[in-house]
């Protein structure tokens, strides 16, 4: 089946910096996309979630950015804090004749903030 | 309002041995899924169900089970483990399986099978 990948495993950024996690994914029928914050010995915890239909989401202190004509999506996360240190999964959910059939993530990024 | 948890936290079997995960909800939500997160991978779905009574494959069924006897539970199985389920478990929960609608998750299970 079709997968949802990430450029990079590990972005190290400095604290009060802006981090920029990129994905990308393959299945030209993805109609929704989500990110991820996964700390550790945690289950992942929601972040911002985008529609096909749209190219920009703005959230607090997070922007999804969703380019389809190389479907590409990306987070961007504006003066990063410590608590920001987590793994960041995008997720993808293609749904075709209204089956429920969960989501497809990527690989995961790690984000650490440097003092 | 506890959200979705999960028991146990941890566990470890010998090859062969079976056991059962237990994921509950108190958000009256319809649609419940389980997935397993391995070293350096995503999260891939197991199995999922979309109502009481109703259980469906995911991306990676084989070697387990599951069951939806109440709403607010669903129960993973493994009949014989296998060192290959070493792995975390999650469930996760959604009002519906509309589009949009948020996926909430448990803290996880820790599972290794030696």
Excluded at chain 1, 50 to 73: A, P, Y
Excluded at chain 2, 34 to 50: C, E, K
Excluded at chain 2, 77 to 94: D, I, K, M, R
Aim: aromatic share 10%; charged share 15%; glycine share 12%.
């Amino acid at each position: 089946g079709e997968s949802v990948g990430l450029h990079l495993p590990t972005l190290s950024v400095q604290e009060g910096d802006n981090s920029i996690i990129n994905c990308a994914y393959s299945n030209s029928a993805s109609d929704y996309f989500i990110w991820y914050k996964q700390e550790s010995g945690k289950g992942p915890q929601f972040i911002i979630d985008i529609r096909s239909n749209m190219d920009k989401r703005q959230g607090q202190r997070v922007t999804v950015l969703l380019n389809k004509t190389v479907k590409h999506l990306s987070l961007q996360i504006a003066a990063t804090q410590p608590g920001d240190s987590a793994v960041y999964f995008c997720a993808e959910n293609s749904r075709s004749g209204g089956g429920a059939d969960g989501l497809t993530f990527g690989k995961g990024t790690h984000l650490i903030i440097q003092p | 309002n506890a959200g979705v948890t999960q028991t146990p936290k941890f566990r470890v079997l010998k090859t062969g041995q079976s056991m059962t995960l237990l994921c509950a909800q108190d958000m009256n939500h319809e649609y419940m899924y389980w997935y397993r997160q391995d070293p350096g991978m995503g999260l891939r779905l197991i199995h999922y169900s979309v109502g009481e009574g109703t259980t469906a494959k995911g991306e990676v069924p084989d070697g387990y089970n599951v069951s939806r006897l109440k709403k607010q539970n669903f129960l993973l199985g493994l009949e014989s483990a296998a060192p290959s389920q070493t792995s975390v478990y999650f469930c996760a929960s959604s009002y519906s399986g509309a589009i949009g609608d948020e996926q909430f998750f448990g803290p996880g299970t820790r599972l290794t099978v030696l």
